[in-house]
Nanobody, 119 residues
């Protein structure tokens, strides 16, 4: 099992910045990617950013150039630096870890942390 502990959410005005952190523990040996998803009330959960163990990253178009995902191997932590925040960035942000053993793929989720962008 993989456990994910999230922190860093909060209330920020438009144009502000937040840094989300996700610490992974447990059976992380087969984790090949970690990322952040977000979900607004009444909306589908969407991928925000993902980083693979080879450091390749992908971002949804709406955050490209504003958000940066990174990892710290020494701390088993994945961070999401969010700059130039917009009201449409508001939502619950969930840390995600993907693992694969042979053909079996597993997804692990954090509990979610709220990000609210408002004046």
């Amino acid at each position: 099992q993989v456990q994910l502990a999230e922190s860093g959410g909060g209330l920020v005005p438009p144009g502000g910045s937040l840094r989300l952190s996700c610490a992974a523990s447990g059976s992380i040996f087969n984790v090949y990617a970690m990322g952040w998803y977000r979900q607004a009330p009444g909306k589908q959960r969407e991928l925000v950013a993902i980083i693979y163990m080879g450091s390749i990253t992908n971002y949804t178009d709406s955050v490209k150039g504003r958000f940066t995902i990174s990892r710290d191997n020494a701390k088993n932590t994945v961070d999401l630096q969010m700059n130039s925040l917009k009201p449409e960035d508001t939502g619950a942000y969930y840390c995600n870890a993907k693992s694969r053993l042979y053909t079996r793929e597993e997804n692990y989720w954090g509990q979610g942390t709220q990000v609210t962008v408002s004046s």
